[in-house]
């Protein structure tokens, strides 16, 4: 089954270059070298803040692009870990993995729909 197991992120920190900042980018480029090669790693990636985002949806069957999103919480979608594992321990076991590496708890979701 795949898993997303999302990363947070707070808009109001940012990348600093500093050695702790580039030690933890080592260390989940690390953790995704593993997973491709269990071959439990679908994706990974690291997102733009929102003030990058825009919304997209259909209004009266015309494409509407607005920037945000503008959510009230300071914490956002940072990046993301899909993974393909056999069950929802290994998927827990490998978010945990995830939480320790960027020091803050992360949200496991299972997928619902998969494409043939």
């Known amino acids: 089954m795949k898993y997303l197991v999302m990363i947070f992120g ?3 920190d940012s990348w ?6 580039r030690q933890g980018l ?3 480029m690390t953790l995704k070298d ?8 679908v994706s990974a990636e690291g997102l733009t803040f929102p003030s990058d985002g825009r919304i997209v949806q259909i ?7 607005t920037d945000g999103p503008f959510g009230e919480a ?3 979608i940072a990046g993301f870990f899909m993974i393909d594992t056999p069950d929802d321990e ?10 320790a ?13 998969t494409a043939p």
Do not use: F, P, W, Y
């Open 10 to 12: 707070n808009a109001d």
């Open 16 to 21: 600093t270059g500093s050695e702790q900042d």
């Open 26 to 28: 080592r260390d989940l």
């Open 34 to 41: 593993e997973l491709a090669a269990t071959g439990e790693l």
């Open 59 to 65: 209004r009266d069957d015309v494409r509407v692009v």
């Open 74 to 76: 300071k914490e956002q």
């Open 90 to 99: 290994q998927a827990q076991q490998i978010a945990a993995k995830v939480s």
């Open 101 to 113: 590496l960027v020091g803050d708890r992360v949200e496991l979701r299972g997928t619902v729909l």
